[in-house]
Nanobody, 125 residues
Framework: QVQLVESGGGLVQAGGSLRLSCVAS????????MGWFRQAPGKEREFVAY????????YSADSVKGRFTISRDSAKNALYLQMNSLKPEDTAVYYC??????????????????WGQGTQVTVSS
């Protein structure tokens, strides 16, 4: 059974930092693209960032570019999201996701086959 488990969320003041982690079990994703998405209350799930299987290419949404950094450790089957200069509008549940076969990442949530349960990030002003 494939599982993605996120951790690292919490409450932080605006301008602060958090590092989210996502550990996969049940299969390896070393040849698959992985990504982060988020969903704020009353809003649709939105793309945050993705990374290709060999970490050779990353892409982030304009809203987080320059503040968030996605990375992965294929040996640990883990995905990370370093979030700096957090803003109240970053408040959301953050989800990690993985594609089952493709190494190319996309910003479309429907292209991802596996999802974690989410971790809450709350940024106070």
């Amino acid at each position: 059974q494939v599982q993605l488990v996120e951790s690292g969320g919490g409450l932080v003041q605006a301008g602060g930092s958090l590092r989210l982690s996502c550990v996969a079990s049940g299969r390896t994703f070393s040849s698959s693209a992985m990504g982060w998405f988020r969903q704020a209350p009353g809003k649709e799930r939105e793309f945050v960032a993705y990374i290709t299987w060999n970490s050779g290419w990353t892409y982030s949404a304009d809203s987080v570019k320059g503040r968030f950094t996605i990375s992965r450790d294929s040996a640990k089957n883990a995905l990370y999201l370093q979030m700096n200069s957090l803003k109240p509008e970053d408040t959301a549940v953050y989800y990690c996701a993985a594609r089952s076969r493709y190494w190319v990442g996309t910003s479309d949530a429907t292209d991802y086959d596996y999802w974690g349960q989410g971790t809450q990030v709350t940024v106070s002003s």
